[in-house]
Structure formats: structure tokens, C-alpha cells
């Protein structure tokens, strides 16, 4: 069975990130080593069945051809949740594009669906946030602390790599423990 990732901001061809001047300044001896590591991260998770919800900020900094090159090798069915860098990223042949996007998923092995309001950036309010909808975002590069309903799923603060409901849900849930006690991290922890 198909599985569902999410991820944001990996900056394909962005020599930038790299630079001590970046706030969330990613450790690689170049832009070919920097692409190479998330292309194998990815695709060491995902299968050709799967999808991936990529929140935005895919290449940037680079050719068009780059950015198509890339876009191919990575597994999955995917949709972009446009960013603020999106001028090759909206022209890849993504199954869908979608400024914002509220979904409910539920993969195999999860007992009920998840609610979520995906966005490149973080909002402080969502539709539904207060009948349990969770928010996922991009942007902040890991640099805004996750809450009890909502984290970056960029591939700063999650090694590089996309992520699955169940892990962020995990996460929600162990802050949710610290935030508001252990009722509310059962109700994360039964949704995932």
C-alpha cells in the first residue's frame, strides 16, 4: 500500500544554503554533494507508488534543467504546495500544484484519518485548527518551534529526509505530553 511523505524547502541547486550567512546553514562540501544526499535520503523512503507533499521551495538558484533533472530522479507521485521560490518549481510536471491544501489521510496501519492544512509558512490560526485540523508547514527552516498541532515538515529539522504522518504525529503528540498533558497526546497518539 501506498504510503504518504511530506517535506518542504530542499533548495535543489541553491549553492546559498551552504553559506555562513544562512540562519539554518546546511553542512555540505557542495551544491552537488547537497542534491545528491536528498535525492538518496528521499528515495531511501519513498517507492514509485507513494506521494509526497512537497510544501514548497524545490529548486532554486538553479537551471531549469537542473531543476527537471532532479524532479526525475526523485520515487513518488508528487504534489507541490507552491513556496516563495517556486520559478522552476511550478513548471515540473507535479500530479497537482495548490497555494494551500486541506486534506485527510489515513495509510495504511493508521486507525482514523488525519485532518491537515498544508502551507509553505506557518500560520497562526487554520481552518478547522480548532476541531483538531493539524497544521504543516515549510519555510521557517526549522527556526519556528513545533506546538501540540503544528511543525515544520522541511527537510531541516527532519534530516534531510521526507517524513510520514505517523512520525509527525508522534512528534505533536510528545509536545502535546509536555504542552497540555497526557489526554491530548492519547488523542494524537490514537490518530496516528
Known sequence: MAVTYLTSDTHFGHAGMMSPRMSARRNFPSIEAHDEHLIASWNNRVRPEDRVLHLGDFAYGCSMKHAESVFARLRGRKTLIRGNHEQRGERLPWDAIYDVLAISIQDTGMLKPVDLWLSHYCHLSWPDSRRGRIHLYGHSHGAIAPTARSCDVG??????????????MELLGDIAAREQGAVVAAELAEAA
Open 155 to 168: 527537510v531541516d529539522p527532519w534530516g534531510f529526509r521526507p517524513v510520514t504522518i505517523p512520525e509527525v
